[in-house]
């Protein structure tokens, strides 16, 4: 089972999760204002970054630190699921 209720589970429409994400997405969003030290005011013209790049200045220094993607065909070969190793079956 997924470990995230769907909508329907309590009652709403499929199209609630929509709301959910953009929610999610906006305290994210928020949030990283906050640690890049932006205030949630509009920044005036001519002083310095706008709000929008100082929040892309920040998104792009985090996905740089991230490890880069994994191959899944790959592993999936290098790894079979073998269901008399559990710790392989959880992984794959």
Known sequence: MDPIAPPELFGFHKNAEISKDLKETN?????????GGVSSNKSKSGEGESDETKLQNLCD???????????VEIVQ???PVSY????NT???
């Not at 994210?28 to 640690?35: A, D, P, V």
């Not at 220094?61 to 191959?71: G, T």
């Not at 008399?84 to 710790?87: A, E, H, K, L």
């Open 27 to 35: 305290d994210m969003t928020y949030k990283l204002l906050l640690i």
């Open 61 to 71: 220094d985090i996905l740089k630190k991230m490890p880069k993607q994994f191959n």
């Open 77 to 79: 070969v290098k790894y």
């Open 84 to 87: 008399n190793n559990s710790m």
């Open 90 to 92: 959880v992984l794959g």
